[in-house]
Every structure is written in structure tokens, then in C-alpha cells.
């Protein structure tokens, strides 16, 4: 398993290289993935959609489709070969009928509570409408590339890693850190738990 800390300097060296090698493994089996509705992943629409935030926003990281699905950051982590807490779980909640996107560290669980406290926001509560709110399915939603921006926090956590969120499909990543999250999102740094 490789180490994803940057915060100490003799590790960032190596985390980019596990980065690098998991990109270039990733992108070798991306050809082998299966189409769905007639469309290989790459061209999925809500995947090209994420791909062209991230392009015009001069996001260097590009989307990459795995064989296996990283809708949960278990399963993510697993398939980059890289700790729980490096995945960027994107998660749609209601705040007085809008949605907002809360991203966390995959080793985290939100306490809603604590984040609405902390930003004077009525209560965060399940949002039924995932889909309809971001144009992405449970499991993939990246944060980016929906309909119209959702006000975004972004878990400090992640400033601890170098990060992999979904990219608008279960099967779709992209490479990231937590600075570039919170530029892409217009988002507010938080603390989830």
C-alpha cells in the first residue's frame, strides 16, 4: 500500500510516484472496461462533463475509468491501492430544501450536526434527489460538473493527502488535493466530525 501523506516533506516525494504509477496502471486497464448503454465509460455523459469542468477550471488530473466500481471509498481505495482517508467522498445532503455537497475524507463519517452548527446553517438532513441535484449517480458524484454549483465544505482532513474523488460515474476518479477542491468548489473549509 502506498503512503498519500504530504505533509512531511520526505514523503512527498514517494506520494507522487504512487500517484504516477497508479495513474499509469489505471489508464492501462481503462481500455478493457466494458461499454454501458452503448457508450464506453470515458464518454459517459455525466464523465464528460466532470472531465470538461475539470479542463476549463486547468485541472491538470484527468478522469480515469476503472474495471471494478469505487462507489464507496473502501471500494476506491482499494482499486488505487491507497488509505480510505485519501478518497474524496462527495455527499449530497438538504439544508432548508437545497442540496449541499459536503466532501469528506473517506475514513469519515459527517456529523451533519457539527457542520451545520459551525456554519449557521439549518439542520443538514439525507437528500433524496442526489441525482437530480448533481446530474451524477450515488456512488460517482464528483464535485464538479453538476447542473449548477451546490455551496460546497470541504473536509480539512483531506489537506492531509493527496486525493482521489469520483468523476461523475462509480467506475470514474480523478486526482486532486484538497487545495484544488476547495478552488474547483468555491467550498468552505470544515471540519466533518
Known sequence: MCSNTVNSR?????????????VRRVVDVSASVAPVSGQHLEQHPSVVRVRDGLAAAGVPGQVVVLPDSTRTAVAAAAALGCEVGAIASSLVFSCAGEPVLVITSGAHRVDTAKVAANHGLAPLQRADAVRAATGQAIGGVAPVGHPVPLRTFVDRWLDRHETWAAGGHPHAVFPTTYAELLRLTGGTATDVE
Open 10 to 22: 520526505p514523503h512527498h516525494r514517494q506520494s507522487v510516484n504512487c500517484r504516477n504509477r497508479i
